[in-house]
């Protein structure tokens, strides 16, 4: 029988659907509307204008649209499966209908479990590699130590050698002493908590693991006894600043063989043959004894046990700067001639600094914290020997140095600005200091202010260092301590609210200043409340639920 349907010549333009079924196609894209209207795939070729494919290269993807999102995808794997064929890109066989669309089906669940296993085996690669990471010290936490990391009692006073020593003990970390590096890395990660209000667990946990290569490197004969130092300063700082319930290493169980070991370097402390080492190992008893004065003050313990102290050798005279060790790039500030002028002058006055805290230690164990003070007899011991201590701050005073002596004028007139501006910043916060120790004896002995006019006079001196100084809002850190008794020893609101906004504008963080500011206030309303002194850190405890940071 004739058939009656109209024959349509093969269509060599439009869609790949439209062309296997023979019909017209309007070439819409990206689906023409014979595949948009039937729900089907609508899949272009190359165009016949691109000219026959070249059998070298690789031949491209076919363009497959969906009409409708129920219509499956068709695979590459499917459309290439005739890429032998020379009429394989005017020929197109709809996966629903071709014979082998169960062998495409099969191709592509291969590829996709092929793939999801590539990508299984990259994650595994990826998180052992990351996990083996935390074996090795970050670099970022050597960057945080260099930039970042303050000691309180130490930075403000001698800012210089602060530099050049973390810059020391990183290069000692990195080229010949894990130990050291170890330490470093959790001082920075116990900085990063405090900063950013993170749980401590995580630092006191790389407390404990440098604690261990301590010991191992305190075992080693044949490491010289100054890389067991740093490597024991820096401990000894993480304690300073965790000020939180670690017991201090160095306090009761100190390793035996640190203590022998100390005891014969002690004897001879510049004798090693490392100029650089020696003149660090030297700084660091400095900064020991004052971080130990510090930690005693306000009822502390302490981080030295009292044999460990009596060892550390004392230095006369003004001490050696820190010398920068062979390999160690120069910092920013180290050519610049005016750093070593500052460092020259500078000097004689941190060595005032340093005596001034032994005698602060004195004074601190003079204290109810520290020793009985419920008889007379008692009471009297500690007044005469707050008496002799008294001389000796006085005798201090007055041996103080040329250049601290110097009115600010006559400094600035001699030196540049900012070479003056620092001398005259250390000056002034070594002076307050001073003038602390005096309220503090005021304090101890129990006497009311109108009575002791050394007391009200070390009041108005530090309030005029601190007012000298202070520029744009902004406290030198240095002045914590003093502002902080100037709070709780004032009577007056107005001098009582003056201090307590300074202590708020101390910064970094990790000095605490907004903490002493709110501790300040409150303590001084107490007094104010039941009209007479209230015992510091007993207060503390009560009210905040904490024992005070070191001060």
């Given at each position: 029988m004739p058939s009656h349907h109209k024959y349509f010549s093969r269509v060599r333009s439009g869609c790949l659907t439209c062309r296997s079924r023979k019909v017209k196609c309007d070439e819409a894209r990206p689906a023409c509307g014979n595949c948009t209207r039937l729900k089907r795939p609508c899949v272009?070729?190359?165009?016949?204008?691109?000219?026959?494919?070249?059998?070298?290269?690789?031949?491209?993807?076919?363009?497959?649209?969906?009409?409708?999102?129920?219509?499956?995808?068709?695979?590459?794997?499917?459309?290439?499966?005739?890429?032998?064929?020379?009429?394989?890109?005017?020929?197109?066989?709809?996966?629903?209908?071709?014979?082998?669309?169960?062998?495409?089906?099969?191709?592509?669940?291969?590829?996709?479990?092929?793939?999801?296993?590539?990508?299984?085996?990259?994650?595994?690669?990826?998180?052992?590699?990351?996990?083996?990471?935390?074996?090795?010290?970050?670099?970022?936490?050597?960057?945080?130590?260099?930039?970042?990391?303050?000691?309180p009692s130490i930075t403000p006073f001698d800012a210089c050698n602060w530099q050049v020593a973390k810059r020391c003990m990183v290069h000692l970390g990195q080229k010949s002493c894990p130990a050291i590096s170890a330490c470093i890395t959790a001082v920075a990660a116990l900085f990063?908590?405090?900063?950013?209000?993170?749980?401590?667990?995580?630092?006191?946990?790389?407390?404990?693991?440098?604690?261990?290569?301590?010991?191992?490197?305190?075992?080693?004969?044949?490491?010289?006894?100054?890389?067991?130092?740093?490597?024991?300063?820096?401990?000894?700082?993480?304690?300073?600043?965790?000020?939180?319930?670690?017991?201090?290493?160095?306090?009761?169980?100190?390793?035996?063989l640190f203590?022998?070991?100390?005891?014969?370097?002690?004897?001879?402390?510049?004798?090693?043959?490392?100029?650089?080492?020696?003149?660090?190992?030297?700084?660091?008893?400095?900064?020991?004894?004052?971080?130990?004065?510090?930690?005693?003050?306000?009822?502390?313990?302490?981080?030295?046990?009292?044999?460990?102290?009596?060892?550390?050798?004392?230095?006369?005279?003004?001490?050696?700067?820190?010398?920068?060790?062979?390999?160690?790039?120069?910092g920013e500030t180290d050519s610049v001639a005016s750093n070593h002028v500052y460092q020259l002058l500078s000097a004689p006055i941190f060595h005032f600094y340093c005596r001034l805290q032994a005698l602060s230690r004195d004074i601190a164990k003079l204290t109810l914290y520290h020793r009985s003070r419920t008889t007379s007899h008692d009471q009297q011991e500690v007044v005469d020997r707050m008496a002799?201590?008294?001389?000796?701050?006085?005798?201090?005073?007055?041996?103080?140095?040329?250049?601290?002596?110097?009115?600010?004028?006559?400094?600035?007139?001699?030196?540049?600005?900012?070479?003056?501006?620092?001398?005259?910043?250390?000056i002034a916060i070594c002076n307050a200091a001073y003038y602390a120790e005096i309220v503090?004896?005021?304090?101890?002995?129990?006497?009311?202010?109108?009575?002791?006019p050394d007391s009200r006079e070390a009041l108005d001196n530090i309030r005029e260092a601190v007012e000298r100084q202070s520029k744009d809002s902004k406290v030198n850190a240095g002045f914590l301590r003093a502002l902080f008794l100037y709070a709780i020893e004032s009577t007056e609101p107005n001098q009582i609210q003056w201090a307590v906004d300074k202590l708020a504008q101390i910064e970094p963080r990790i000095y605490r200043g907004a903490f002493f500011s709110a501790f300040a206030q409150a303590l001084s309303e107490a007094q104010v409340e039941k009209e007479r002194r209230v015992t510091s850190r007993y207060f503390c405890i009560w009210y905040f639920g904490v024992s005070p940071p070191y001060m």
């Open positions: 272009y070729g190359q165009k016949a204008l691109d000219g026959p494919p070249i059998a070298s290269q690789p031949r491209q993807p076919r363009e497959v649209y969906h009409s409708s999102p129920n219509t499956p995808l068709v695979s590459p794997h499917a459309t290439n499966q005739h890429a032998d064929t020379p009429d394989s890109v005017d020929t197109f066989v709809p996966a629903w209908s071709s014979p082998s669309a169960s062998q495409s089906s099969q191709v592509q669940g291969h590829s996709r479990d092929a793939s999801m296993a590539f990508i299984s085996r990259d994650i595994e690669l990826t998180v052992t590699m990351d996990v083996l990471a935390l074996r090795t010290e970050s670099p970022h936490m050597t960057t945080l130590f260099l930039e970042s990391i303050d000691c990063k908590g405090h900063v950013y209000a993170l749980p401590l667990t995580g630092a006191v946990s790389h407390y404990r693991a440098a604690l261990r290569h301590v010991d191992d490197l305190v075992n080693d004969h044949g490491t010289p006894f100054g890389f067991a130092l740093v490597a024991t300063f820096l401990l000894c700082l993480f304690e300073f600043l965790h000020a939180g319930d670690l017991v201090p290493h160095l306090l009761q169980q100190a390793n035996p203590v022998r070991r100390l005891e014969t370097w002690a004897q001879d402390p510049t004798s090693s043959s490392n100029t650089s080492l020696s003149t660090l190992s030297v700084r660091i008893v400095a900064w020991l004894k004052i971080m130990q004065a510090s930690t005693t003050r306000g009822g502390g313990t302490g981080l030295l046990s009292k044999r460990i102290y009596r060892l550390l050798p004392d230095q006369n005279g003004s001490l050696p700067d820190i010398e920068s060790l062979p390999g160690i790039l120069a002799a201590l008294k001389g000796e701050l006085l005798e201090l005073w007055e041996g103080r140095s040329t250049t601290q002596r110097q009115p600010s004028e006559e400094l600035r007139a001699q030196l540049a600005p900012a070479l003056a501006d620092r001398l005259l910043s250390l503090e004896m005021g304090r101890q002995l129990g006497d009311p202010l109108s009575r002791l």
